[in-house]
């Protein structure tokens, strides 16, 4: 090597140091922002979730979402375009004179429905605070993505449930004694929050077997 690419590796060298500090420094901030917004969503998901369900109980108004099997109005295709085919599928509506049963069936599907998006946002913020300590395959991270794998899957199953429920009473109810009513007798189904927890159960588990591993190459050190 020449005395003029030696000189020239030694100028560079320190611009790409402090190109290291910057994206290094930008990765930092971009994580502080998530922690933040993490640490936010979830306060508003306790608190908007907390006052929504005391909100219904004390005014008696459920809000539902409901099956719907009708087909569109008139007035959806009035103008130069056509609908070939076309059906409601649900509905939302706000609903009184419930049942009690409904209504606790309903309230118990909006609390699991708040802590599963809790749980998600909170694992959120604790990974972002452990990758600023540096340090995220610890014990501790691997028992909260457990604990939040575990409650999405439970908190999933109790949300699906309780409210498929609440929707096919609550039908039953505005049905009336008919015997073909406008509301059919069902609930909606999303599997998302089912999903998410079994995603967070294997990563738990990975987090599990790089803490061990981190572990046992501190050891040989």
């Known amino acids: 090597m020449s005395d003029t690419d030696a000189l020239r590796d030694r100028m560079s060298a320190p611009s790409a140091q402090g190109a290291g500090r910057v994206s290094t420094a930008t990765a930092r901030y971009i994580v502080w922002v998530f922690l933040a917004i993490s640490v936010i969503v979830c306060l508003l998901t306790l608190g908007f979730g907390t006052a929504e369900v005391v909100g219904e109980l004390a005014s008696g108004r459920t809000q539902l979402t409901l ?29 009184s004179g419930l049942s009690a049963a409904t209504v606790v069936l309903s309230a118990i599907a909006s609390i699991a429905q ?23 395959f610890r014990r501790s991270v691997s028992f909260a993505l457990s604990l939040a794998g575990v409650i999405l899957l ?68």
């Open 154 to 221: 439970v908190g999933g199953m109790l949300s699906q449930g309780a409210g498929s429920l609440a929707s096919g009473t609550a039908a039953a109810q505005l049905n009336g004694s008919t015997d073909t009513g406008f509301w059919p007798l069902a609930g909606a189904f999303d599997p998302s929050s089912l999903v998410t927890g079994i995603v967070l159960l294997l990563v738990s588990l990975a987090f599990g077997y790089g803490e061990r591993l981190q572990r046992e190459t501190e050891g040989l050190v």
């Open 67 to 95: 099956v719907a099997d009708s087909p569109l109005p008139t007035l959806a295709n009035s103008g130069s375009a056509t609908i070939v085919g076309g059906e409601f599928s649900t509905a939302a509506v706000t609903l």
């Open 114 to 136: 708040v802590l599963t998006q809790a749980a998600l946002t909170a694992v959120v913020a604790l990974l972002a605070w452990r990758v600023l300590r540096g340090g995220v």
